[in-house]
C-alpha cells in the first residue's frame, strides 16, 4: 500500500510540475486578451474642439455591445441632457452606439456619460468630453453620472443569484454522475433524490432570479423593477437572456431525466453471488466438478439478471452528458470564454472546466452522505479515481483560462480580476491538500474492509442462538438480513399479538420507532475510525468548495486581468484621493504651472524599466489643460518606451478615467490637452510599459479649483 501511495505522489507531483511549466511558458508569450468592450473611438473625439455642434454623438467599442433607452447621455455645461434618448448602432455596426443632439447648441464643454452591455453580458460604462468653440467650466449633475453605477441591492442579489446557480448545478450534475458511475444503489435512498431535486430547485429559482434581476443590474435601477415585463423581454432579446431561457427549458429536460434516474436505478437490486463476507450462496453438496458448474451458472444468472440496469445506466449515462454540455453551455456561451482570442479552443475548454467542477463538488456532497448510508470502500475509491480525473480536467482548462483572461504576471497583482484568481488557486490548493488526505483514508478503509472479508471467510456456516424471545438470529449473515429477522422478532412482539397488535396505529408506531432505533444502530455499528476520518475530510473539502464557487462567481464578473483596466483599477483603489502617508494632495494655483513626479519600476531588466514620470499641467484649473510628460531614467536622461498612458479621473464624482492624446515630442517626451471639466480631487495615473510584459501604473493626487 504504501508503494501504490508513492506512486500516486509521483504521477500527482509529475502532472503539477508539468503544468505550472505549462502556466509559465503560457504566461510568459501572452498577449492581451479580449473580453469586456472597451472603448476605442469617440465622434466626436475625446477632449476635442469643435467649431460647430455636432448633430450626434458616435461610440466605437472592441466588441459588440447591447444599448438601452439611456445607454448614451449628453450633459451640457450647466447639467442639462442635451441628447434624443434612444440611442441606436450606427449603421448597423452592433460595435457601436450613436444618439442624436438636439439642435442650437451654444459653446461649452459638454460631459458624454455611457453605459452599455458588453459581448460577454458583462456591463460597462464611462464617461469623456468635448467642446464647442472654446472649453469651459461645466457643472454637470453628479447623480447623472451615478445612475451608471448598478444597484448595490440588485447587484448583490443578482451576484448571490449567480453563486447558487454555479452550487445548484454542481450538486444536480455531480450527484447525478456519482449515482451513475459509482452508486447506482444511491438513486434508492431518499436523500440521495432530496440531494438531487435540491439541486433541481434551486437551479430552477436561481435562474429566474437572475432573469428577472439581468434588467436592473445592466440598468442600474432598483429592485422595484425586477418585475418590469418590458425589461425581461430586452433581456431575453440579449445573449445572456437567450442562454437563461435555453437554460430554463434544459431544466425541464432535467426533470425527466432524474424521474428517470431514480425509476430505472432505485428498483430491487439483483442479489449478487455469496462472497467472502458472508452474503447468501446456495450449499454445494456435490463434489468439485458440480461446484464449479453451479459457481458459473450462478455467475451467468447474475450477469442476465445485471443487464437491464447496465442497459439503464448506459442510456443514462449518455443522456446525462449530453444534458451537462447543454446545460453548461448556457454558461460558457454568455461569459468571457464567448469573446476574445481562440473562442474556437475556450469554448469546449470552458464546458469541461464546469463539468469537471460538478463531477468533483458535487460528487463530495454525494459522498458525504452516503458514507452516513453504508456506502463502501470500493465505491469511495472508484470516485477517488474519478476525482483525480476532474482534478487534472480542472488544471489544464484553468491555466488556459488564467492565461487567455491575464496575459501577463503583473495582471496577477495589479487587477482584480488576477487577485481573485490567486485567492481562488489558493482555496484549490487547500482542497487539493485535504484531497490526498480522503485518499489515505479510502486506503485505509479498504484495507479495513479486506481484512474484515477475510475474517468472515473464515465463518463460512451460519449459525445461530436463541434471542429469548422465542426465535434465533443467524450470525455469519448479511446486515440486511439481521435487520430483517429483528423485524420479525419485533412484529412478533412480547404477547404474540401478531396482526391483530400491529393493525393497532399505536403499536405500529412504536414498531416504526424500534426499527429506525435498530437501523441507525446498524449505520453506527458499520462507521468504522476509518469512514469517521474519510467523513471530517470530506467535510473540510466541501466547505472549501463553496468557497471555491463564490471566488469563481466574483472571478465570472470581473473583467478579465488586461493591461487596459491597469489605469480604472489605480483610480479607484482606496486611498487613490490622497498621495502616499496621508499628505494632502497638492493645490493648483489657478493660472500657474503645476509639477507631479511619478516614480515607476514595471520590474523589467531593460534599462527603461525604472525612472521617474513627470508630468506638468498649465493653467491648472477647470477646462482645458497643456499637458506635457516626460519620463527620465535613474541617470535622469530621457528614455523610450513602446507604451505609456496618461489619464485623469475624479472619483468623488465617478467621473473618468478621461485619457489623454499624447503626441510625441523626441525621447521620452510628449504633450496633449486634459479636459478637466469639474472642480475637486483628481488622479492622474501614468500608465509605462517597458516591454511586452512588464508594465506599471502609478497614481499621484492633486486638487484642481
Known sequence: MRQMLKASHRRLTGLLGILGALLALMIAGAGPASAHATLESTDPAQNSVLATAPGSVTLTFSESVSLSGDSVRVLDPAGKPVDTGNPGHADGHQNTARVGLTG????????????????????????????????SETSVSTAALQDAKADSVVAALYGTGRAVAYGAFALLMGTAGFVLLCWPAGAAVRAVQRLLMTGWVSLLVSTVAVLL??????????????????????????????????????????????????????????????????DERPADDGDGDGGGEADELRRLEQRAAERPQREARIGLGVAGVLLAVALSATWVGADHASVGIQVWLALPFGVVHLIAMALWLGGLATLLLGLRHGLGAETADRFSTIAFGSVAALTVTGVYQSWRGLGSWSALVDTEYGRLLLIKVGCVAVMLGVAWISRSWVARLRAADVERQGAAGAEHAPTARPTGAGGTVRTGRTGEEAARDVRELVAAGAGGGGAAETADPVRRAQLERQQAAERKADRERGFTPAKAGLRRSVLVEAGVAAAVLVVTTMLTNAPP????????????????SAPAGGAQAPQTVPGQTLELKLPYDTGGRTPNAKGTATVTLNPARTGANEVHLKLDGPDGGPVEVPEVQLAFTLPDRDLGPLPVTLSAEGTGRWTGTAQLPLAGNWVVSVAVRSSDIDQATETKSLTIG
Open 104 to 135: 442650437g447648441l451654444g459653446n461649452g464643454t459638454y460631459t458624454v456619460a455611457w453605459r452599455a452591455v458588453s459581448d460577454d453580458s458583462h456591463p460597462v460604462g464611462g464617461a469623456f468630453t468635448f467642446s464647442v468653440g472654446a472649453p
Open 561 to 576: 486581468g488586461r493591461v487596459a483596466q491597469a489605469v480604472a483599477a489605480g483610480a479607484d483603489r482606496p486611498g487613490a
Open 213 to 278: 434581476l439581468r434588467g436592473p443590474y445592466e440598468r442600474g435601477s432598483g429592485l422595484g423593477q425586477a418585475l418590469d415585463l418590458s425589461l425581461v423581454r430586452t433581456t431575453l432579446d440579449e445573449r445572456i437572456g437567450t442562454a437563461l431561457a435555453a437554460r430554463l427549458l434544459l431544466l425541464a429536460t432535467a426533470g425527466v431525466f432524474l424521474s428517470l434516474l431514480v425509476g430505472q436505478l432505485g428498483g430491487p437490486v439483483p442479489a449478487k453471488a455469496a462472497g467472502p463476507a458472508g
